[in-house]
């Protein structure tokens, strides 16, 4: 433990300095230097809106229609593509776990977390309490965001990111979490982690996005923050009983195949909802998002194939959920060819980092660290060699485009997300660990969370 410590307390000076440069850009901004070209949220079509915005019914339906995608993403999705990979005793304690997130988290984004994440900007680094309770959050637009859409519609869109970002980092405490220990840290990680850094790269006024970061749908907010807090997580919770010596095998890979496909579903919505608008760069960021993920499927089979003589379902099913992350925050910003270069980048990264799990030591159960943070964060820097001003005007171009210090820009966002939310959590595990306790006792684990947590079967 001492060595991690020691680790993550080398890591804060470089932190220090990225938040001093950070500063430094937005006093140059505030004193009245250009500023630098940063995504927006919402697509060209509707950034050029009028003053006088006026809803669109064709934008404001995609969006809709995105946040039903999304949330399907979630429970089903990830509930099953989870539940599939863990042990027949586990499988409803992992599907309840993604299942009460969509619960716990749609009431604190409506109550705070909202406002924390997308209010009035406060010194760069967290939004207001203005519209907690939605106070201020209406159905007429808000030109800052969503100028062709009701403002409640962008709200409810951002709320379904805001609840798989922390359903994921269960698949790195798979089967040893107690469920009073998980709601807590959830409620605690959305509030204090997740909430900050979707001001600091997404909301009007924060530093990251003022350093002129591109995230279009993600990559820093959502894949590489949970990696890092999967990464802490394994940490701390350590290793499962028997991890190592017993044959830990999914107990129903046919269910983690139908999750998968239906993440691969409903990520079209995650991503090309995220142009907030029913036009030409919702169309692109679908193109390359299905492009990635078929690109990336194909690579880690054809590698795992090479490494283990077969190819597998399982890791096929992986390598598509990996390259679904890598575009992810590229999505709005680059074209069909660089998507198949991204999906093969991340099928053959994700698939070696899941390997190399087991050399390092740490348990990570369902590969958060390897699929979500690994492939978020080479996403994050292939945004800043692929990214064409050409598909997004509101972008920027990257490395190959002319542009090298985009690839900077990306590297110092991913710098800034991995220590954020891997010191975070850590913390917040520690805390929650001496209030009641992180993991089931061994005579539970053994017995499994569904008899123990809920005093129920999976299966008769």
Not at 8 to 22: E, F, N, W
Not at 333 to 349: E, K, N, Q, R, Y
Request: proline share 4%.
């Amino acid at each position: 433990m001492n060595r991690y410590l020691r680790i993550v307390t080398s890591m804060l000076p470089v932190l220090a300095c990225a938040i001093l440069v950070g500063t430094t850009g937005l006093y140059a901004q505030d004193a009245g230097a250009p500023a630098p070209a940063v995504p927006v949220v919402a697509a060209p079509e509707a950034a050029a809106a009028p003053a006088a915005s006026k809803i669109d019914t064709g934008d404001t339906t995609w969006v809709l229609v995105s946040t039903a995608m999304v949330l399907a993403m979630t429970a089903p999705g990830l509930a099953l593509f989870y539940g599939g990979m863990v042990r027949s005793k586990n499988a409803l304690g992992t599907i309840m776990q993604s299942f009460v997130i969509l619960c716990l988290i749609s009431i604190q984004w409506v109550l705070w977390g909202y406002s924390l994440a997308f209010g009035p900007d406060k010194g760069h680094l967290i939004g207001g309490l203005e519209w907690v309770g939605l106070n201020g959050v209406g159905l007429e637009p808000n030109a800052d965001y969503a100028a062709t859409i009701p403002h409640q519609a962008f709200m409810i869109f951002q709320m379904m990111f805001a609840v798989i970002t922390p359903a994921l980092i269960t698949g790195a405490v798979a089967e040893r979490m107690k469920f009073s220990a998980f709601l807590v840290f959830t409620l605690l990680w959305a509030t204090f982690i997740y909430d900050p850094l979707a001001h600091w790269v997404w909301a009007v006024g924060g530093w990251v996005r003022n350093l002129g970061a591109l995230d279009f749908a993600g990559g820093t907010v959502v894949h590489i923050s949970s990696g890092a807090a999967a990464l802490a997580c394994a940490i701390v919770l350590k290793k499962r009983l028997g991890y190592g010596r017993e044959h830990m095998v999914p107990h129903n890979l046919p269910m983690t195949v139908l999750g998968a496909s239906l993440l691969w579903f409903g990520w079209f919505g995650f991503n090309s909802g995220s142009a907030v608008a029913s036009g030409a760069l919702a169309v692109s960021a679908f193109v390359v998002t299905n492009t990635a993920a078929a690109a990336a499927a194909l690579a880690w089979m054809v590698v795992e194939w090479m490494y283990r003589g077969k190819p597998t379902v399982l890791g096929a099913a992986s390598g598509a959920v990996a390259g679904l992350v890598a575009i992810t925050p590229a999505s709005g910003f680059v074209g069909p060819v660089a998507s198949i270069a991204i999906g093969l980048g991340a099928g053959v990264l994700c698939y070696l980092a899941v390997l190399w799990k087991s050399k390092l030591g740490y348990d990570d159960a369902l590969d958060v660290v390897g699929i979500h943070g690994v492939g978020g964060i080479w996403g994050a820097l292939a945004t800043g060699l692929f990214a064409s001003k050409a598909i997004n005007a509101a972008g920027a171009d990257g490395l190959f485009y002319g542009n090298p210090a985009q690839l900077g820009i990306q590297a110092m966002a991913v710098l800034i997300s991995v220590v954020f939310a891997f010191v975070g959590t850590f913390v917040i595990l520690k805390l929650v660990d001496g209030m009641i306790g992180l993991r089931v006792s061994e005579e539970d684990e053994r017995k499994g969370l569904d008899l123990s947590q809920h005093d129920e079967r999976a299966y008769s």
